[in-house]
Antibody, heavy 119, light 107 residues
Framework: QEQVVESGGGVVQPGTSLRLSCEAW????????MHWVRQSPGKGLEWVAVIWEDGRQTDYVDAVKGRFTISRDDSKNTVYLQMNSLRDEDTALYHC?????????????WGQGTMVTVS | DIQMTQSPSALSASVGDRVTITCRAS??????LNWYQHKPGKAPKLLIY???TLQDGVPSRFSGSGSGTAFSLTISSLQPEDFAIYYC?????????FGQGTRLDIQ
């Protein structure tokens, strides 16, 4: 069964860094667009970043550009989100999600998320 | 960025009811519209993509319609497991954005 499992969240101070991991099971991350989507406490869903199938093209929401970097390790079937210069407003539950095949940016498989608290 | 607006923000209904949630985009997104169900503490679940295509394994009581800027999600006969938060999301361009969510509660 296809699934993704996020890890790496925690409580950190503003201005520090954290790296989130998303390990995939049952499919190959290199065959799909892989995304991070976050949900701040009491709020809705916000897309954060994508690494496309080619592994080179990435994109980010404006609020994290220049601070966050998405990457992929095909040998570990894992996607990462390096978060630098963290701010209070980055506090959220971070989900990893996989594209539906042939339907870009329709998120077919999600993890339960890893919580990041910046305080 | 394209803004997505859902209505209502919250809805109370009973088992067996037919409910409809609407979603409006700030510009035309053709049929690049997806619907998700989210229960607290669980991973969101894709219900419908491309405005009206049911994702594998999703019950047929869920249906979607619309194109351009106006879309809707209908649940034909509510079941106890359907009480959750529902989000629309466009996939027309980057960044993909979500509606603010509709909380569906038991009346």
């Amino acid at each position: 069964q296809e699934q993704v499992v996020e890890s790496g969240g925690g409580v950190v101070q503003p201005g520090t860094s954290l790296r989130l991991s998303c390990e995939a099971w049952g499919f190959t991350v290199g065959s799909y667009g892989m995304h991070w989507v976050r949900q701040s406490p009491g709020k809705g869903l916000e897309w954060v970043a994508v690494i496309w199938e080619d592994g080179r093209q990435t994109d980010y929401v404006d609020a994290v550009k220049g601070r966050f970097t998405i990457s992929r390790d095909d040998s570990k079937n894992t996607v990462y989100l390096q978060m630098n210069s963290l701010r209070d407003e980055d506090t959220a539950l971070y989900h990893c999600a996989r594209d539906l095949k042939f339907v870009l940016q329709a998120f077919a498989t999600w993890g339960q998320g890893t919580m990041v608290t910046v305080s | 960025d394209i803004q997505m607006t859902q209505s209502p923000s919250a809805l109370s209904a009973s088992v067996g009811d037919r409910v409809t949630i609407t979603c409006r985009a700030s510009q035309s997104i053709e049929n690049y519209l997806n619907w998700y169900q989210h229960k607290p503490g669980k991973a969101p679940k894709l219900l419908i993509y491309a405005a009206s295509t049911l994702q594998d394994g999703v019950p047929s009581r869920f249906s979607g319609s619309g194109s351009g800027t106006a879309f809707s999600l209908t649940i034909s006969s509510l079941q106890p497991e359907d009480f959750a938060i529902y989000y629309c999301q466009h996939s027309y361009n980057t960044p993909p954005t979500f509606g603010q969510g509709t909380r569906l509660d038991i009346q």
